[in-house]
């Protein structure tokens, strides 16, 4: 998370688990990348695609061959005719770019989002309001722990795993600037009790973009479980390491 920005940056969250997440759909999008596609709609002013109507929207950002699509949503057409030139490069660099140039934010535009797809499930995606991003995290977990949990059981499978609740997310808050990793290769079960460990990245100078599976896990530390009771079908977190989440050097 880069909070100032009110960006994340993800490796292993889907647009389905955004899609699914977020409070509604938009109904317009305008579609960032270049060069423009001859079967969309093309706004005039921008020389962009552009995408209308939640289902529209949903069909076109969940086709498989859109994984590359980086596009920001907006409230109304007359907001496109009114951007500058230079607010229209600050789009192109935007898409082009992958990170912002002044605000990924347009008062023109109204827009809510800024989704850029890097590929391979690799997502930066700019939040107006940050609260928006926790219920997109709670399903993506959810998929995770049911996907890591059934891979494991030979048998009948289990789907009953519930959200996780919200206030426990965002006790996690304080370390998300830091780079964090759900190990669902390290979870495992006992006692009833399925647990996820969470760790922090070492910090290496490099951005997560380039660096590897064994990049991020190399000296990373665990500070917490994420732990699901499978009797009482209730989720805790249990932090092993309160210095992560108090010192200054992780906000």
């Not at 990348?33 to 709609?41: G, R």
């Not at 795993?161 to 830091?178: G, H, W």
């Not at 669902?184 to 490099?206: M, S, T, V, W």
Request: no cysteine.
């Amino acid at each position: 998370m880069e909070p100032i920005a009110n960006l994340i940056y993800s490796r292993g969250l889907s647009v389905e688990d955004f899609l699914r997440g977020i409070p509604r759909i938009p109904t317009h999008i305008l579609v960032l990348n270049t060069p423009i596609n001859d079967n969309l709609s093309i706004d005039p002013h921008t020389q962009l695609n552009t995408v209308s109507g939640t289902f529209n929207i949903r069909k076109y950002l969940t086709n498989p061959k859109a994984i590359h699509t980086s596009w920001l949503d907006y409230s109304r057409d007359e907001g496109l005719d009114e951007l500058l030139p230079e607010e229209i490069a600050e789009l192109l660099y935007l898409g082009h770019m992958h990170t912002h140039y002044t605000t990924p934010f347009s008062y023109k535009l109204q827009n809510d989002f800024v989704f850029l797809s890097l590929g391979s499930k690799h997502l930066k995606v700019y939040y107006r309001q940050l609260k928006n991003f926790y219920p997109v995290l709670n399903g993506a977990l959810i998929r995770h722990t049911k996907q890591a949990f059934n891979e494991r059981r030979m048998f009948r499978r289990y789907d009953g795993f519930p959200e996780i609740p919200q206030t426990m997310l965002r006790q996690l808050t304080p370390i998300l600037s830091s780079g964090i990793i759900f190990a669902f290769d390290q979870a495992f079960e006992q006692e009833k009790q399925y647990r996820i460990p969470i760790l922090i990245a070492q910090e290496n100078g490099q951005s997560p973009i380039y660096r590897s599976r064994t990049s991020l896990y190399n000296k990373a530390q665990q500070v917490a479980v994420l732990r699901y009771n499978m009797v009482s079908s209730h989720w805790h977190l249990v932090i092993t390491n309160s210095r992560a989440f108090e010192d200054d050097q992780f906000y």
